[in-house]
C-alpha cells in the first residue's frame, strides 16, 4: 500500500484481500467495447493478419461461421498467457508481427472477447508454427463463463492431440475458429460494413497478381452476400478517375518497336496515341489508374482510409514473369514524377510537339495518386535479345543480383520512358479538358450576346403583329437577361483576375513560409551557440543574457508566423471537405493569428459547442475567418485597449443559421458596406501609426471573403450592430 509521505494511517490494518472481477464483466466488456457485429467478426481477422497470415477464409453458414488462417498459430503456453488473458497489453510491447513485421492492429487484449459478442460457444484449433506436429484444440462456453461467479472461476476446456487440420494454401499450421449458437443473422448490408472495416489490411491485388494478405468469404446460403463482400473490397480501385493503358507492339520498317497508348477518362473521353521506342525491349505493358482523393468517395470509402492507403500501396509496380520487384512502389520515385514536380515543371521532355499544352505538367499526379503496375518478363527478355555489347554490358532488361530492381541499362531507361510518356500524355489530355471546360464559359457568354441580338431582330420583324403589353414585357425581359449576362461576366473577370492575384500571393505565402523555416533555423544554431559560450566557456554577461532572450522571443514569433500558413502546407487541411465545429474551429484561427490580435480579447461563449459549418476545407475557412480577424483588429487599433473586444455568437433565422462576428472598432457605414466585398476596395483610413504596425491592407480580404463563402453556397453581409458594437459581420447559410 503506497501512502502519501504527508499523510498518516488513523490506525494499523491487520489483514488484506484480493479484488474479485465479476464474470459478468465479459458480456459487459463485449457489449461495450465492441458493439457491432461486423466490427466483432473484423476484430477475429485483424488477429490472423496480426499473426502474419497470408489468407483467411471466413465461412457463414447458417447455424456457425468459421475463420481460418495461415498464421502463426498457437502453441498451448501461447494459448494460456495471451489468448486466455484478458486485457493481455503484449501487442503493446510487439508493435510489429513477429515474421512480416507488420504493424499489429490490436494493443487492448480484448478483440477475443468480440466473439462472445458474435456466439454462445467456440471451439479453437491451432497449430503453431514452432511445433507443427501437435494440435491443440479448445472449446468455451460463453453462457457458462458469464454465470460464474468470478471472473478467474470462468474456464475453457482443451486437449491436446497430433496435428491432423490442414489450413488455407495447404499451410501445416494456422488457427481455426468455428462460432457455433449464433446471436446474430447476417445480412448483405452486415457483410458489406464488414469489409469497409477490413479492406485497408489487404495489400492490392494489382491486375490478379498475388497481394500477400487475402480474405476470402464463402456464404454457401447467401452468395450475393459473398460477391459484395469481395466487390466492396476491391472498391478503393473503382474510385478511379483516369486509367492508362500502355502496350509494346512489333517492329516498324526501320527497326522501332510501335507502342498503343490510351488515356481513358471515367466520363467517357478517350484519347489514343501510338508512339515508337528504340528497340531495347521486346514486350511490356502496363495499366495506371489515377485517383482524385478529395472530398465525398463512392462506395462510402473514408478519404483518409483512401490516402492513407495509397501512401502505403500507391505508386506504379513492376512485376517480372508474376514476381513483384519490392525496390519499385509508393516509396520510390523511379519514373521521375515527384521530382518533376519539385522542380515545377511544365514541358514533357518525351511527347511530340502536337500533344503539348502550356502548363501540362502541373496535372501531373503524384505517387499517392496513382496505382498501377508494369508487366516485364526478363527471361524472355534475354531470350530475344541480341548479342551483349562489345564492352560486355547487358542491354537487355535483367534483374540486378539482389533480386529486388532492375540493372539500370539502356533497356531500363526506355522502360521507364515508355511508362513516363503514359504519364506525360494523361498529363497534357487532363490539362487541354480543363482549358476547354474554361473555355465554355466564354462561349457561352458569346452565345448569350449573339443569341440577344437575333432575338431582338426576331422581336423588331414582328412588332407590328405583336400586341404593345406583350412586345414591352418581351423586350425588357430579353433586355434583363442581356444586363444580368454582363454583370455575371464581369464577376467571373473580376474573380479571375483575384484568382491570379491570390495565386501569386499564395506562391509567395509558401516561399516566404520556407524562408521564415531556414532563418528559424538559423537563429536557432545562434542562440545554442551563445548559450554554449555563457555556460561552457564561463562567460557571463547582462548585455549577453539580454540578447539571448530577445533572441528566444524572436524565435517564438518565427514560430507563431508559421503558424499563419500551416493550413496550406498539410494536404488534407487543403482538400479534405468536411463540417466542422465551428466553436474550436474559430478559438484555432484566432490563436493562430498570434502576435497579429495584439492581444484583442475575443469572447465566443455565444457559439454552441455542436454547431457546425457548412461543408469546406479547413484552409478555406481559415482564409475566409483570418480576414474578418484581421479587419476587425485593425478597426480597433485607435481604440483605448479597455473598449477593445472581438465577439463572435451564432442563431438561426428559419432555415437559415446565422454566424455573427462583431467588435467595438470604428464601425462601417452600413449604406455603402457592399462595395467593401469588391476587389481593391477600402474604406478604413489607416493613420501613419497604424502603417507603421503594417496591417494596412490591399483591399481584397472582403473580396476573397465572399468568394470563398459564395464557393459553399454561403452569403456574407454587414448587419446592424448589437448595442455596444460599432460593426457586424455575418455569414449565413441554408441548412438542408
Known sequence: MNILANETLSQPYEHQLNFSVDAALLREL??????????????????????????????????????EDNGQGMDLSEFENFWMRIGSPHKEHERLSRNLKRPVTGSKGV??????????????ITISDMSIRSELRAFVDWDNAVQQEDLTQATAQYSQTSASTNFPENKPYGTKLILRKLKHKWTVEDIENLARELWTLQPPQIFGQSSGFTIDLVAPSNPEAAKQFQKQMEAVFDLWDAKIVGQLLDLTPDGKRRSKIVVQFRDGDQYVQEPVFDNYIHRANYEIRIFDLRGKQRFNILVDDARTYMREYGGVHVYDAGFHLPYYGSQQDWLGIEQDHAQRLHRSQLLPENLHVTRALNDLPTNARIFGATFIDTASEKANASESSQSGETTHLAIQITRDRLVENQAFLKLKDFVRWGMDFYATRQRDRREKEEEKYFIQFK??????????????????????????????????????????????????????????????????????????????????????LSREQNFHSAVLDENIQQLELLLQRFEQNRLLFSPLMESPDREEVSRLRAKPLLQEIYRMLG?????????????????????????????????????AINALIDIPRIDQLIAIKAYTRGETQYVRIQDTGVGVDLSSAETLFQPFERKLELSPEREQLGVGGTGLGLAIVKMLAENRDCQVHFSKPDEGFATAFELSWREK
Open 111 to 124: 478483440g477475443r472477447l468480440s466473439v462472445q459478442f458474435l456466439a454462445h460457444q467456440i471451439e479453437l
Open 595 to 631: 502576435p497579429l490580435t495584439r492581444n484583442v480579447p475575443l469572447d465566443i461563449n455565444a457559439i454552441d459547442n455542436t454547431l457546425r459549418l457548412p461543408p469546406a476545407t479547413i484552409a478555406e475557412w481559415n482564409a475566409l475567418f483570418q480576414n474578418v480577424f484581421l479587419n
Open 447 to 532: 452565345d448569350v450576346r449573339s443569341r440577344y441580338d437575333n432575338a431582338i431582330e426576331a422581336l423588331e420583324t414582328y412588332r407590328r403583329e405583336i400586341p404593345p403589353p406583350i412586345y414591352k414585357d418581351l423586350y425588357e425581359t430579353l433586355d434583363f437577361v442581356q444586363e444580368a449576362s454582363k454583370a455575371t461576366d464581369e464577376q467571373y473577370k473580376q474573380r479571375t483576375g483575384l484568382l491570379g492575384a491570390l495565386a501569386a500571393t499564395g506562391i509567395t505565402a509558401l516561399a516566404f513560409e520556407h524562408e521564415i523555416g531556414q532563418q528559424k533555423g538559423l537563429l536557432k544554431s545562434v542562440i545554442n551557440n551563445l548559450q554554449h
Open 30 to 67: 463485449g457489449e461495450r467495447l465492441v458493439g457491432r457485429r461486423h466490427i466483432a467478426l473484423a476484430e477475429l481477422i485483424k488477429n490472423s493478419y496480426d499473426a502474419d497470415a497470408t489468407k483467411v477464409v471466413v465461412t457463414l453458414f447458417k447455424d456457425r461461421i468459421e475463420v
